[in-house]
């Protein structure tokens, strides 16, 4: 584990303290927690995007045909 440093506003620090003892964890389980959640949403996303963009183009229509209104 690494220790980080971070400056926050007086509101936010409120907010944390309050929000991570409701969780009955320490601010840095608290803000760990959150950071590695986001991470993980942010991993998720980018897998996914690769996955669409690697599909092939399908055509809406057909040659000839409308396309859909």
């Given at each position: 584990?690494?220790?980080?440093?971070?400056?926050?506003?007086?509101?936010?620090?409120?907010?944390?303290?309050?929000?991570?003892?409701?969780?009955?964890?320490?601010?840095?389980?608290?803000?760990?927690?959150?950071?590695?959640?986001?991470?993980?949403?942010?991993?998720?996303?980018?897998?996914?995007?690769?996955?669409?963009?690697s599909l092939?183009?399908?055509?809406?229509?057909?040659?000839?045909?409308?396309?859909?209104?």
């Amino acid at each position: 584990m690494k220790n980080v440093t971070i400056t926050l506003d007086p509101e936010t620090t409120i907010w944390l303290r309050r929000e991570s003892a409701e969780r009955g964890v320490s601010v840095s389980r608290f803000v760990g927690d959150l950071l590695r959640q986001q991470m993980q949403r942010d991993r998720r996303y980018e897998l996914a995007m690769k996955r669409y963009f690697s599909l092939e183009p399908q055509p809406l229509r057909q040659p000839g045909e409308r396309y859909p209104n």
